[in-house]
């Protein structure tokens, strides 16, 4: 079974990483919503992608030097401003209260390869742990050292290393790690690349694919999941597949 992974929550349509967008994803029926996390001034586990504010809320400047206070004056819509109005930082507790009674998975990206935030992985840890989520979530980052500085942590956490190009055999890399899934970009997948992975156990997660033929492409591969901008198009395809199939 191929998952539906919300990339940023219903993104294609709805302002990316806030609550809006991941309650438009939910009421497709996703099975997992992705989401990066970085921390405010003060230390608050805020949802957002850019380590610079400037493409989504027009301030100038890093996340990192405003306090969780400023960020939530904000005004996270970005490029959907006109149609959705005012959508603010969520937080990650935010998030996991919201999500609490919800059957979905979460891809929960520290974005910490950039910016080197100190403690990030304890206070992500705490907060889910808080939460209760802990087998509910998929964490991951560009920062490899960081995810397993996180394994060390929160044994009951999934991880997932995400690739661009770097790696010659990602699966034999992640096994080496301890890791069970990776998120390749979806255009390294060639045949060989992907009974690499296969062969080693490994879990695969592509990204970011948006258009419906390459999602067939990547289905008939056998993927665990794929990421999408717009979950309402891989519904589509997967329902489509189903129909092939013969599965009701």
Known sequence: MTINIAHRGFSGEYPENT??????ALDLGVDAIELDVQLSKDG??????????????????????????????????????????INLIPTLAEYLEFTQNI?????????????????LEEKVCDVIYRS???????????????????????????????????????????????ISACMPYFHALTPQVVAEIKAHGVAIYPWIVDDPPDMETLLSMGMDGILTNFPDRLNDVLTNKQNRDGIV
């Open 132 to 178: 209760g989520q802990q087998n509910k979530i998929i964490l991951f980052s560009a920062n490899h050292p960081s995810v397993i500085h996180f394994g060390s942590l929160a044994p009951e956490v999934k991880l997932l290393f995400p690739f661009d190009n770097w790696i010659y055999d990602y699966g034999a890399y992640c096994r080496k790690h301890g």
């Open 103 to 119: 059957e979905v998975i979460t891809f929960l990206e520290l974005k910490n390869s950039m910016i080197p935030y100190p403690h």
């Open 19 to 24: 609550m809006l967008a991941f309650q438009k």
């Open 44 to 85: 608050e586990v805020m949802i957002f992608h850019d380590e610079n504010l400037k493409r989504i809320t027009g301030e100038s400047g890093f996340l990192m030097d405003y306090t969780y206070s400023q960020l939530r004056k904000l005004n996270a819509s970005g490029k959907f401003a006109v149609e959705f109005g």
